[in-house]
């Protein structure tokens, strides 16, 4: 950064013909003064006098500048905004992405901030667990300077209320993106969203306090139910109070439920009922049984499925799921060692499943006829991953290693496996580009140096001696479609002033909220961390598939 810019008579200029003058000659001058240089030594004079250097910086117009700051990163464009007072306004009115620590002490610096910040159209508020909120005064105040706001994030903003959101809502109808977790308004201020945000595309909705089993009305989808496309419900008390919500969005693809209290198979069978479009459908530690997973088998378009410590079902339901849903694409199964789904579903989704691509399978026990069944139907596998499973051996792994033709990227944790068993890839699948291997006693070190060797442009990770105290868990609901990496570069309020009169400065703010009730913690076990095998299976599925789908 640091461009320097030309300031007439700001420097004198050396005479050439000046006999003291023998070398070269540099003016000391301020940073944003011009250098001149002049060249009187004899043999040197063939070069001529180099002159003003040119400052083309400040010849750029105003939008090709802005472009330019869209490639930096948040510190790089503080430092820019330094520079001058052109630069300074430039990168506040092209920054459209902005994250703010939300303590109640952010009242009295919306006016300046938002007057630089003038362009903002996705914000992030977050507040520490350990603070007082911004307030409802605070909110619209901010609404009325960005009523062209079309993504909101709040996180742990539990001073607002349903009174808050409705003015919220009024000022800010463009919204296309609602994300809000430990927040303390209930139904009505949902509502209100839903009903003047005719554009949201994406909601998501993680420990909303305000909805509980008391509410009397419930979440309905208003004007927006036309332009739902995702919708993402987290750790909800009361999560079936969002059911008329999720039936109403009519062109809904992407559900996710996640770890939320309540009866879900009346949900999921009201949606079967209707005309439906969704193609991604998760369920992660839910009350819901057979009947719900047959409901899913009534939705004609799903690709992708997520059935995660659902301990109700079983082979029944995925069978069904495996005749009526031909287009699946993805499968990931958390069978929890529960054994209820195995060799019977298995065999289904190989028989009825052409066109998977992806299968993980956690604590579930099957054996090399359901594998075979799968590997030799399923001819579009690319991806797989067998995890926590007391029946996979090396009979098991060598079927894969001979049947499927099309892996490119293959996990084994936690199964009794051997050197044997892993041998085999050194001549199977012949498009396996990389292979994890984790806690699996049976294979040695010595066997992923010789398969390294005998397959040089094969990756081989190998890591026996991994110890898991979580054990093995498929959950994905922290790496939901509004969760995913760091959105907004974050700003704190103790930098607001200095950002306002020269630079936005950016540090990373800590996670809004770590409340856990314990009815969740009682209630299935709710809650459980992510491994190590789910976190990088989840990396192979976005980078092999080309898209961010399989989250």
């Given at each position: 950064?640091?461009q320097?810019?030309?300031?007439p008579g700001?420097t004198?200029r050396?005479?050439?013909?000046?006999p003291?003058?023998?070398?070269?000659?540099?003016?000391?001058?301020?940073?944003?003064?011009?250098?001149?240089?002049s060249?009187?030594d004899p043999?040197?004079?063939?070069?001529?006098?180099i002159?003003?250097v040119?400052?083309?910086i400040?010849?750029?117009p105003?939008?090709?500048?802005?472009?330019?700051?869209?490639?930096?990163?948040s510190?790089d464009r503080?430092n820019?905004?330094l520079?001058?007072?052109?630069w300074?306004?430039?990168?506040?009115?092209s920054?459209?992405?902005?994250?703010l620590?939300a303590?109640?002490e952010?009242l009295?610096q919306?006016?300046?901030?938002?007057?630089?910040?003038?362009?903002?159209?996705k914000?992030?508020?977050?507040c520490?667990r350990?603070s007082?909120?911004?307030?409802?005064?605070?909110?619209?105040?901010i609404?009325?300077?960005?009523k062209?706001l079309?993504?909101?994030?709040?996180?742990a903003?539990?001073?607002l209320?349903?009174?808050?959101?409705?003015?919220?809502?009024?000022?800010?109808?463009?919204?296309?993106?609602?994300?809000?977790?430990?927040?303390?308004?209930?139904?009505?201020?949902?509502?209100?969203?839903l009903d003047h945000c005719?554009?949201?595309?994406?909601?998501?909705v993680?420990?909303?306090?305000?909805?509980?089993?008391a509410?009397?009305a419930?979440?309905g989808?208003?004007?927006?139910?036309?332009?739902?496309r995702t919708?993402?419900?987290?750790?909800?008390?009361?999560?079936?109070?969002?059911?008329?919500?999720?039936?109403g969005?009519?062109?809904?693809?992407?559900?996710?439920l996640?770890?939320?209290?309540?009866?879900?198979?009346?949900v999921?069978?009201?949606?079967g009922?209707r005309?439906?479009c969704?193609?991604?459908?998760?369920?992660?530690?839910?009350?819901?049984?057979?009947?719900?997973?047959?409901?899913?088998?009534?939705?004609?378009?799903?690709?992708?499925l997520h059935?995660?410590k659902t301990?109700e079902?079983?082979?029944?339901?995925i069978?069904c799921?495996?005749e009526?849903?031909?287009?699946?694409r993805?499968?990931?199964?958390d069978?929890?060692r529960?054994?209820?789904i195995?060799?019977?579903?298995?065999?289904?989704?190989?028989?009825?499943?052409?066109?998977?691509?992806?299968?993980?399978?956690?604590?579930?026990?099957?054996n090399?006829?359901?594998?075979?069944a799968?590997?030799?139907?399923c001819?579009?596998?690319?991806?797989?991953a067998?995890c926590?499973?007391e029946?996979?051996?090396?009979a098991?792994?060598?079927?894969?290693?001979?049947?499927?033709?099309?892996?490119?990227?293959?996990c084994i944790?936690g199964c009794?496996i051997?050197?044997?068993?892993?041998e085999a890839?050194?001549?199977?699948?012949?498009?396996?580009?990389?292979?994890?291997?984790k806690?699996?006693r049976?294979v040695t070190s010595?066997?992923?140096?010789w398969?390294?060797?005998?397959?040089?442009?094969?990756m081989?990770?190998?890591?026996v001696?991994?110890?898991?105290a979580?054990?093995l868990?498929?959950?994905?609901?922290?790496?939901?479609?509004?969760e995913?990496g760091v959105?907004?570069?974050?700003?704190?309020?103790?930098?607001?002033?200095g950002?306002?009169?020269?630079?936005?400065?950016?540090?990373?703010?800590?996670s809004?909220?770590?409340?856990?009730?314990?009815?969740?913690?009682?209630r299935?076990g709710?809650?459980?961390g992510r491994s190590l095998?789910?976190?990088?299976?989840?990396r192979?599925?976005n980078?092999?598939?080309?898209?961010n789908?399989?989250?």
């Amino acid at each position: 950064m640091g461009q320097s810019s030309s300031i007439p008579g700001s420097t004198h200029r050396p005479s050439p013909t000046n006999p003291t003058h023998h070398h070269h000659h540099r003016t000391t001058t301020p940073r944003s003064e011009t250098y001149y240089y002049s060249m009187t030594d004899p043999d040197d004079n063939q070069f001529g006098n180099i002159g003003t250097v040119d400052d083309y910086i400040s010849e750029l117009p105003d939008e090709c500048l802005a472009s330019i700051f869209h490639f930096l990163s948040s510190g790089d464009r503080k430092n820019a905004s330094l520079v001058s007072k052109r630069w300074l306004k430039i990168e506040g009115q092209s920054r459209h992405r902005l994250s703010l620590n939300a303590q109640s002490e952010l009242l009295v610096q919306i006016p300046s901030l938002f007057s630089r910040f003038d362009a903002v159209t996705k914000l992030a508020l977050r507040c520490d667990r350990r603070s007082v909120s911004l307030d409802d005064d605070a909110l619209t105040l901010i609404s009325l300077r960005c009523k062209n706001l079309t993504r909101l994030k709040l996180r742990a903003c539990r001073e607002l209320t349903d009174a808050g959101m409705a003015a919220f809502a009024r000022n800010c109808k463009n919204l296309k993106k609602f994300s809000c977790g430990s927040c303390a308004f209930g139904v009505k201020g949902m509502n209100a969203v839903l009903d003047h945000c005719a554009s949201l595309e994406e909601l998501s909705v993680k420990r909303l306090r305000g909805v509980n089993d008391a509410v009397e009305a419930p979440v309905g989808p208003g004007l927006a139910a036309s332009s739902l496309r995702t919708i993402c419900l987290k750790e909800l008390y009361n999560g079936p109070s969002f059911g008329p919500l999720i039936v109403g969005a009519k062109n809904l693809k992407t559900l996710k439920l996640l770890r939320c209290l309540g009866d879900w198979d009346k949900v999921l069978e009201e949606i079967g009922r209707r005309k439906n479009c969704l193609v991604e459908v998760h369920l992660e530690r839910l009350q819901v049984t057979d009947a719900g997973l047959m409901a899913v088998s009534g939705f004609p378009d799903l690709e992708i499925l997520h059935l995660v410590k659902t301990p109700e079902c079983t082979n029944a339901g995925i069978v069904c799921v495996a005749e009526h849903c031909k287009l699946l694409r993805k499968l990931h199964i958390d069978g929890w060692r529960t054994n209820r789904i195995g060799n019977e579903g298995l065999i289904s989704i190989g028989k009825h499943c052409g066109n998977l691509q992806e299968l993980v399978l956690i604590g579930v026990n099957l054996n090399a006829v359901s594998l075979e069944a799968v590997a030799t139907n399923c001819q579009r596998l690319e991806r797989l991953a067998l995890c926590g499973s007391e029946t996979i051996g090396d009979a098991e792994i060598s079927c894969v290693a001979s049947k499927c033709v099309a892996l490119k990227k293959l996990c084994i944790k936690g199964c009794p496996i051997t050197d044997q068993g892993i041998e085999a890839f050194a001549w199977g699948c012949p498009n396996l580009v990389k292979i994890k291997v984790k806690k699996c006693r049976g294979v040695t070190s010595d066997l992923a140096d010789w398969l390294k060797v005998r397959r040089g442009s094969l990756m081989v990770n190998l890591d026996v001696c991994e110890v898991e105290a979580d054990g093995l868990d498929a959950s994905a609901s922290d790496g939901g479609a509004q969760e995913d990496g760091v959105e907004f570069p974050p700003m704190v309020m103790s930098q607001v002033s200095g950002a306002i009169a020269g630079a936005s400065a950016a540090v990373d703010i800590p996670s809004s909220s770590n409340w856990r009730p314990s009815i969740f913690k009682s209630r299935l076990g709710l809650f459980g961390g992510r491994s190590l095998v789910a976190c990088t299976f989840r990396r192979w599925s976005n980078g092999g598939s080309g898209s961010n789908d399989s989250s």
